[in-house]
């Protein structure tokens, strides 16, 4: 059984910090690319960063220098921490694990966490 379990989401001030965790189980974590979405009310879903089975990562513009994506293989877990938070952050943030090949692709989701920046 897959699962992509987040935690870390909370209330924060604006220039404040969070780190957000996702604990995966059910599947060969180390070969999938793991990425973290966000979702604002009323807006779509939208990447924040990933980082693949092999360690290269990318960010959203609106992220970069911010944020961190990382992971540790042994412990099946993928993180992200984010600093100089900002107002604009205020989502809900999805950790997603995918594997594409030729002819197969698996994706999973998480249920998502909420992250709050706000005085």
């Known amino acids: 059984q897959v699962q992509l379990v987040e935690s870390g989401g909370g209330l924060v001030q604006p220039g404040g910090s969070l780190r957000l965790s996702c604990a995966a189980s059910g599947f060969t974590f180390r070969i999938y690319d793991m990425g973290w979405y966000r979702q604002a009310p009323g807006k779509q879903r939208e990447l924040v960063a990933v980082?693949?089975?092999?360690?290269?990562?990318n960010y959203a513009d609106s992220v970069a220098g911010r944020f961190t994506i990382s992971r540790d293989n042994a412990k099946n877990t993928v993180y992200l921490q984010m600093n100089s938070l900002k107002p604009e952050d205020t989502a809900v943030y999805y950790c997603?694990?995918?594997?594409?090949?030729?002819?197969?692709?698996?994706?999973?989701w998480g249920q998502g966490t909420q992250v709050t920046v706000s005085s």
């Open positions: 997603n694990a995918r594997w594409v090949t030729l002819i197969k692709r698996n994706d999973y």
């Open positions: 980082i693949s089975s092999e360690g290269s990562i």
